[in-house]
T-cell receptor, first 115, second 110 residues
Framework: GAGVSQSPSNKVTEKGKDVELRCDPI?????LYWYRQSLGQGLEFLIY????????KSGLPSDRFSAERTGGSVSTLTIQRTQQEDSAVYLC?????????????FGPGTRLTVT | LAKTTQPISMDSYEGQEVNITCSHN???????ITWYQQFPSQGPRFIIQ???TKVTNEVASLFIPADRKSSTLSLPRVSLSDTAVYYC???????????FGGGTRLMVKP
């Protein structure tokens, strides 16, 4: 079946511009996660959605970052007024539920470059 | 606070067995132990999960001692395509998400 998809695969933007990154989770997965991975580093948790519950935004690095999940499916991560330190690969993952956090399915990521 | 620790990197040669150990400091009684694999330019991929003793699947084996303070991921007869970063993430206190550290970068040489 279809896995987690993300778009765009690559995004180059100028400092100060806003960007939107999209994630399509696996159908039926109620939990959705966003992570950020800088070059050669581990994954940094950003935000977590579970069903219709309020998202856990504890990992968002600043108020320039926001995310929403419409209809319990597709999610969009928005970065406003991008900075060079925002350059990273943004990964989305989904799992069957919060109880399935152990087994997350990751998308291929969006590589964001801020010039 | 629960924390996992693993070597930063390892080298191996094709055909060898590779064992990567992770220490699970303060692992909670109900927590499972999981391992992920990440190839360059891809998202991490779930490999294996266990609670105690030994678990084996088509990809790897996972050994967990009785005290559960560590785990060892065993890759039999590695090939060049096993070159990747291997993570043993820990579950957060709320039990609803994983925290990934830097992982172990495995380099398999011909």
């Amino acid at each position: 079946g279809a896995g987690v998809s993300q778009s765009p695969s690559n995004k180059v933007t100028e400092k100060g511009k806003d960007v939107e990154l999209r994630c399509d989770p696996i159908s039926g997965h109620t939990a959705l996660y966003w992570y950020r991975q800088s070059l050669g580093q581990g994954l940094e948790f950003l935000i977590y959605f579970q069903g219709n519950s309020a998202p856990d935004k504890s990992g968002l690095p600043s108020d320039r970052f926001s995310a929403e999940r419409t209809g319990g499916s597709v999610s969009t991560l928005t970065i406003q007024r991008t900075q060079q330190e925002d350059s990273a690969v943004y990964l989305c993952a989904s799992s069957l539920s919060w109880q399935g956090a152990y087994e997350q399915y990751f998308g291929p990521g969006t590589r964001l470059t801020v010039t | 606070l629960a924390k996992t620790t693993q070597p930063i990197s390892m080298d191996s040669y094709e055909g060898q067995e590779v064992n990567i150990t992770c220490s699970h400091n303060n692992i909670a009684t109900n927590d499972y132990i999981t391992w992920y694999q990440q190839f360059p330019s891809q998202g991490p991929r779930f490999i294996i999960q266990g609670y105690k003793t030994k678990v084996t699947n088509e990809v790897a084996s996972l050994f967990i001692p009785a005290d559960r303070k560590s785990s060892t991921l065993s890759l039999p007869r590695v090939s060049l395509s096993d070159t990747a970063v291997y993570y043993c993430p820990r579950l957060n206190n709320a039990g609803n998400m994983l925290t990934f550290g830097g992982g172990t970068r495995l380099m398999v040489k011909p």
